[in-house]
């Protein structure tokens, strides 16, 4: 029998302090599944009464983020004046195409007691010739879900196990958290070009193969693969359409151009980004060196 995973990617880890950030990809291993060119996994956690997560506003060009929580909220706030506030069980899908500028904070009713964080970020690059469309954002909370004896499957964006979620997909994409119950198991779709699965809590195994937790393995495409777990477990599924040209990263900008990234940069030094509504007297300044990059 082949091997189920082809590569496991060990994410990095940052500790801010109040909680840690796990970042998968992009890595000098791997720097796309599918469409997904940025996964970080954060949490869990429970910040101290009285402090908050408050990302300042920045900016993102051609690509869109999808935002999932397992615990807390985070409000959104982008240029286009959308305001959002994201709770578990939706799934915030913010499209920057040309460019947006947001921004990201726990609500002020979650700070007295101390804000619970624990989900996912992740970024999916936009296709050729879609990559500068109209910036836009949407929230979902009625999404697919599958439930089969100790296994239960949200699906938050494309067709999996015969139901499609009402999320817009630029690129053919799929994306779900799957819960197991101790003892449960469901089948994986073998119709992505790309597929990983990453274990955020618990336990589970890919055809007999432990995951290691928070680790992001690829899996053998066209290979029709079981998950399960012996004592219960939350895996997240992702993947989609393979790419086939390169996509560039640095800080929050992706493209297929380096061009459109410098000129991004040039543009958020200068101010030329739209502010957001209701959150304008902050922003994140253009960083010398990029915590995000792509390699080569």
Same mark, same amino acid.
């Given at each position: 029998?082949?091997?189920?995973?082809?590569?496991?990617?060990?994410?990095?880890?940052?500790? =801010?302090?109040?909680?840690? +950030?796990?970042?998968?990809?992009?890595? !000098?291993?791997?720097?796309? +599944?599918?469409?997904?060119?940025?996964?970080?996994?954060?949490?869990?956690?429970?910040? /101290?009464?009285?402090? #908050?997560?408050?990302?300042?506003?920045?900016?993102?060009? *051609?690509?869109?983020?999808?935002?999932?929580?397992?615990?807390?909220?985070?409000?959104?706030?982008?240029?286009?004046?959308?305001?959002?506030?994201?709770?578990?069980?939706?799934?915030?899908?913010?499209? $920057?195409?040309?460019?947006? +500028? @947001?921004?990201? !904070?726990?609500?002020?009713?979650?700070?007295?007691?101390?804000?619970?964080?624990?989900?996912?970020?992740?970024?999916?690059?936009?296709?050729?010739?879609?990559?500068?469309?109209?910036?836009?954002?949407?929230?979902? /909370?009625?999404?697919?879900?599958?439930?089969?004896?100790?296994?239960? $499957? !949200?699906?938050?964006?494309?067709? =999996?196990?015969?139901?499609?979620?009402?999320?817009?997909? @630029?690129?053919?994409?799929?994306?779900?958290?799957?819960?197991?119950?101790?003892?449960?198991?469901?089948?994986?779709?073998?119709?992505?070009?790309?597929?990983?699965?990453?274990?955020?809590?618990?336990?589970? *195994?890919?055809?007999?193969?432990?995951?290691?937790?928070?680790?992001?393995?690829?899996?053998?495409?066209?290979?029709?693969?079981?998950?399960?777990?012996?004592?219960?477990?939350?895996?997240?599924? =992702?993947?989609?359409?393979?790419?086939?040209?390169?996509? @560039? +990263?640095?800080? *929050?900008?992706?493209?297929?151009?380096?061009?459109?990234?410098?000129?991004?940069? #040039?543009?958020?030094?200068?101010?030329?980004?739209?502010?957001?509504?209701?959150?304008?007297?902050?922003?994140?300044?253009?960083?010398?060196?990029?915590?995000?990059?792509?390699?080569?």
């Amino acid at each position: 029998m082949s091997d189920p995973v082809i590569q496991t990617i060990t994410p990095a880890t940052h500790d =801010l302090g109040a909680f840690q +950030v796990r970042r998968a990809i992009p890595s !000098r291993q791997r720097t796309m +599944v599918g469409p997904f060119i940025f996964v970080d996994q954060f949490g869990p956690a429970h910040l /101290a009464p009285g402090t #908050a997560m408050d990302v300042r506003p920045h900016p993102h060009i *051609n690509l869109a983020t999808v935002t999932w929580l397992f615990e807390g909220a985070i409000d959104h706030r982008d240029s286009l004046g959308s305001f959002a506030t994201i709770r578990p069980g939706q799934v915030n899908l913010m499209t $920057a195409g040309s460019g947006i +500028v @947001h921004s990201e !904070r726990s609500p002020l009713t979650e700070r007295a007691d101390g804000p619970h964080l624990y989900g996912m970020q992740t970024w999916l690059a936009l296709p050729d010739g879609r990559e500068e469309i109209t910036p836009a954002f949407e929230q979902h /909370a009625d999404l697919p879900r599958l439930e089969d004896g100790c296994a239960t $499957a !949200r699906i938050i964006m494309g067709t =999996l196990w015969g139901k499609t979620a009402p999320t817009t997909q @630029h690129a053919a994409t799929i994306y779900a958290e799957i819960l197991l119950a101790p003892g449960g198991a469901l089948p994986i779709d073998a119709d992505a070009d790309e597929r990983a699965v990453m274990l955020v809590g618990g336990e589970a *195994n890919i055809d007999g193969l432990p995951l290691e937790l928070y680790a992001l393995a690829v899996l053998a495409p066209g290979a029709v693969l079981k998950l399960s777990s012996t004592q219960g477990g939350r895996v997240m599924l =992702l993947g989609g359409e393979a790419f086939t040209t390169p996509r @560039h +990263v640095w800080w *929050n900008f992706v493209s297929s151009s380096r061009d459109r990234i410098n000129q991004a940069k #040039a543009d958020w030094e200068t101010r030329r980004f739209p502010e957001v509504p209701g959150d304008s007297e902050e922003f994140i300044p253009l960083p010398r060196v990029a915590p995000t990059v792509s390699y080569p």
